[in-house]
């Protein structure tokens, strides 16, 4: 069975730092693109980061840009988020999710997100 | 960014109800577009891919069209468990963008 699951969430201080895991099984971790995105209470999705497979190519949002960090273990089948100066703007709860793609033999491949964890809670509040 | 905008942002509707939810791009997407169900406390859950091609396991009542800047999702025949939010996601370029989400109420 393909399976997320993320650890690492909590209460934290505004300033303060935290790095979420994202454990894989079932497939191939190495092989497809992974993600992050958030959801603030009561609020809509929102896309946090990507990360290639062999992790030499990442893009953020604007608003985590500078002080997130996304990055993976292929030996591990691990993904992490290291979340640095935090906001009371981050507190959400963290989906981490494995992308798959469609190939466009002009423009090349475009990634969407087929599987979900379950997601881990961060609260920032002083 | 490529702005999605949904509409409608709420709508009640009954089981056996025919719905159709529309998601608009600022800018042409070509097909990447994906539709995703959410229960509250739960993940999001794939339901299309490619503005129309449903994914493995998802009941084909549900169904996506369109291309370019207007996009559909329609469920032909509403069951309880359907009753959820629903978002769109253009993945055409970054920032990928979720749409505000429709809910889906009794």
């Known amino acids: 069975e393909v399976q997320l699951v993320e650890s690492g969430g909590g209460a934290f201080q505004p300033g303060g730092s935290l790095r979420l895991s994202c454990e894989a099984s079932?497939?191939?971790?190495?092989?497809?693109?992974m993600y992050w995105a958030r959801q603030a209470p009561g609020k809509g999705l929102v896309w946090v980061s990507r990360i290639k497979t062999d992790g030499s190519s990442t893009s953020y949002a604007d608003s985590v840009k500078g002080r997130f960090t996304i990055s993976r273990d292929n030996a591990k089948s691990t993904l992490y988020l290291q979340m640095n100066s935090l906001r009371v703007e981050d507190t959400a709860v963290y989906y981490c999710?494995?992308?798959?793609?469609?190939?466009?033999?002009?423009?090349?491949?475009?990634?969407?997100?087929?599987?979900w964890g379950k997601g881990t809670t961060v609260t920032v509040s002083s | 960014a490529i702005g999605m905008t949904q509409s409608p942002s709420s709508f009640s509707a009954s089981t056996g109800d025919r719905v159709t939810i529309t998601c608009r791009a600022s800018?042409?997407?070509?097909?990447?577009l994906a539709w995703y169900q959410q229960k509250p406390g739960t993940a999001p859950k794939l339901l299309i891919y490619?503005?129309?091609t449903l994914q493995t396991g998802v009941p084909s009542r549900f169904s996506g069209s369109g291309s370019g800047t207007v996009f559909t999702l329609t469920i032909s025949c509403l069951q309880s468990e359907d009753f959820a939010t629903y978002y769109c996601?253009?993945?055409?370029?970054?920032?990928?963008?979720f749409g505000q989400g429709t809910t889906l109420e009794i």
């Open positions: 079932g497939f191939t971790f190495n092989t497809y693109w």
């Open positions: 490619t503005a129309s």
């Open positions: 999710a494995r992308a798959s793609s469609n190939y466009n033999f002009l423009t090349g491949y475009y990634y969407y997100m087929d599987v």
């Open positions: 800018q042409d997407i070509s097909s990447y």
């Open positions: 996601q253009q993945y055409h370029s970054y920032p990928y963008i």
